[in-house]
Protein backbone atom coordinates (compact mmCIF):
# COMPACT_ATOMS: atom_id res chain seq x y z
CA UNK A 1 0.00 0.00 0.00
CA UNK A 2 1.52 3.32 -0.95
CA UNK A 3 0.36 6.65 -0.06
CA UNK A 4 1.66 9.73 -2.14
CA UNK A 5 2.34 12.57 0.93
CA UNK A 6 2.63 15.70 -1.95
CA UNK A 7 -1.08 14.80 -3.02
CA UNK A 8 -2.18 14.34 0.56
CA UNK A 9 -0.74 17.77 1.21
CA UNK A 10 -2.46 19.23 -1.97
CA UNK A 11 1.29 19.52 -3.51
CA UNK A 12 1.81 18.22 -7.79
CA UNK A 13 4.76 17.90 -8.93
CA UNK A 14 6.07 15.26 -11.65
CA UNK A 15 8.02 13.48 -9.58
CA UNK A 16 6.22 12.11 -6.82
CA UNK A 17 7.40 11.16 -3.30
CA UNK A 18 5.97 8.13 -2.17
CA UNK A 19 5.89 6.79 1.39
CA UNK A 20 5.31 2.80 1.18
CA UNK A 21 4.02 1.56 4.89
CA UNK A 22 3.55 -2.62 4.86
CA UNK A 23 0.95 -2.76 7.62
CA UNK A 24 0.82 -6.84 7.45
CA UNK A 25 4.55 -7.04 8.25
CA UNK A 26 4.70 -4.65 11.24
CA UNK A 27 6.23 -6.09 14.11
CA UNK A 28 3.44 -7.79 16.18
CA UNK A 29 4.46 -8.90 19.96
CA UNK A 30 4.54 -11.93 20.55
CA UNK A 31 1.39 -14.31 21.02
CA UNK A 32 2.76 -15.64 24.41
CA UNK A 33 0.72 -16.09 27.30
CA UNK A 34 1.90 -14.61 30.32
CA UNK A 35 0.37 -15.81 33.91
CA UNK A 36 1.47 -12.68 36.20
CA UNK A 37 0.85 -11.89 39.91
CA UNK A 38 -0.05 -8.48 40.99
CA UNK A 39 -0.61 -7.06 44.59
CA UNK A 40 -2.84 -4.61 45.76
CA UNK A 41 -1.73 -2.66 48.33
CA UNK A 42 -3.60 0.25 47.33
CA UNK A 43 -6.32 1.50 44.71
CA UNK A 44 -3.92 3.28 42.00
CA UNK A 45 -2.45 -0.29 41.70
CA UNK A 46 -5.31 -1.63 40.18
CA UNK A 47 -4.22 0.48 36.82
CA UNK A 48 -1.35 -1.88 36.15
CA UNK A 49 -3.65 -4.75 35.99
CA UNK A 50 -5.85 -2.91 33.88
CA UNK A 51 -3.50 -2.35 31.40
CA UNK A 52 -2.43 -5.53 31.50
CA UNK A 53 -5.74 -7.44 30.70
CA UNK A 54 -6.46 -4.93 27.88
CA UNK A 55 -3.23 -5.65 26.53
CA UNK A 56 -4.94 -9.77 25.78
CA UNK A 57 -2.19 -11.70 27.08
CA UNK A 58 -2.07 -11.85 30.39
CA UNK A 59 -3.86 -13.98 33.18
CA UNK A 60 -3.74 -11.67 36.28
CA UNK A 61 -3.28 -13.76 39.55
CA UNK A 62 -4.30 -10.51 41.91
CA UNK A 63 -3.42 -10.94 45.62
CA UNK A 64 -6.02 -8.50 47.54
CA UNK A 65 -4.82 -9.57 51.05
CA UNK A 66 -3.34 -5.55 52.06
CA UNK A 67 -5.94 -4.08 50.37
CA UNK A 68 -8.61 -5.85 52.14
CA UNK A 69 -6.78 -5.52 55.51
CA UNK A 70 -6.34 -1.75 54.81
CA UNK A 71 -9.66 -0.55 53.50
CA UNK A 72 -12.72 -2.85 52.24
CA UNK A 73 -14.46 -0.27 50.52
CA UNK A 74 -11.42 0.63 47.75
CA UNK A 75 -11.45 -3.46 48.00
CA UNK A 76 -15.06 -3.49 46.24
CA UNK A 77 -14.20 0.02 43.93
CA UNK A 78 -11.31 -2.13 42.51
CA UNK A 79 -12.83 -5.76 41.80
CA UNK A 80 -15.86 -3.76 40.68
CA UNK A 81 -13.54 -2.11 38.33
CA UNK A 82 -11.41 -5.04 37.37
CA UNK A 83 -14.97 -7.51 36.80
CA UNK A 84 -16.06 -4.04 34.05
CA UNK A 85 -12.85 -4.40 32.39
CA UNK A 86 -12.99 -8.12 32.30
CA UNK A 87 -16.79 -7.93 30.87
CA UNK A 88 -15.39 -5.35 28.48
CA UNK A 89 -12.68 -7.64 26.85
CA UNK A 90 -15.22 -10.87 27.32
CA UNK A 91 -12.75 -12.58 30.03
CA UNK A 92 -13.53 -14.03 32.99
CA UNK A 93 -12.92 -13.36 36.99
CA UNK A 94 -13.08 -15.26 39.27
CA UNK A 95 -12.16 -15.13 43.40
CA UNK A 96 -10.11 -18.42 44.98
CA UNK A 97 -10.10 -18.34 48.21
CA UNK A 98 -10.41 -14.72 50.48
CA UNK A 99 -7.56 -13.06 49.10
CA UNK A 100 -7.39 -14.18 45.14
CA UNK A 101 -8.52 -12.97 42.35
CA UNK A 102 -8.03 -14.61 38.68
CA UNK A 103 -8.62 -12.83 36.08
CA UNK A 104 -8.34 -13.97 31.99
CA UNK A 105 -8.96 -12.46 28.69
CA UNK A 106 -11.15 -13.82 26.12
CA UNK A 107 -9.12 -16.60 24.81
CA UNK A 108 -9.40 -18.18 28.48
CA UNK A 109 -12.12 -19.23 30.76
CA UNK A 110 -12.19 -20.03 34.15
CA UNK A 111 -13.64 -23.22 35.57
CA UNK A 112 -16.53 -22.30 37.95
CA UNK A 113 -17.73 -24.67 39.55
CA UNK A 114 -21.38 -25.42 41.24
CA UNK A 115 -21.92 -25.15 44.48
CA UNK A 116 -22.56 -28.18 45.92
CA UNK A 117 -25.56 -29.01 48.07
CA UNK A 118 -24.46 -29.65 51.58
CA UNK A 119 -25.80 -32.99 52.38
CA UNK A 120 -28.82 -32.42 55.61
CA UNK A 121 -27.68 -35.42 57.72
CA UNK A 122 -30.74 -36.59 60.25
CA UNK A 123 -29.52 -38.95 62.34
CA UNK A 124 -32.45 -38.73 64.57
CA UNK A 125 -34.73 -40.18 61.48
CA UNK A 126 -32.60 -42.49 59.97
CA UNK A 127 -32.84 -46.05 61.15
CA UNK A 128 -30.55 -48.45 61.18
Same mark, same amino acid.
Given at each position: ??????? /??????????????????????????????????? $??? =??????????????? =?????? /? !????????????? !?? !? !???????????????????????????????????????????? $?
Amino acid at each position: MAFSLKK /LLGKSDSGEDFVELDIDSAEKPDAKVVVRPFVLKV $YDD =INEVLNSLREGFTIA =IIDVRL /L !KQKDVIELKRAVA !KV !K !KTVDAIEGSIAGFGENVIIATPKFASIHKAAPQKKEKIDFINEK $Y
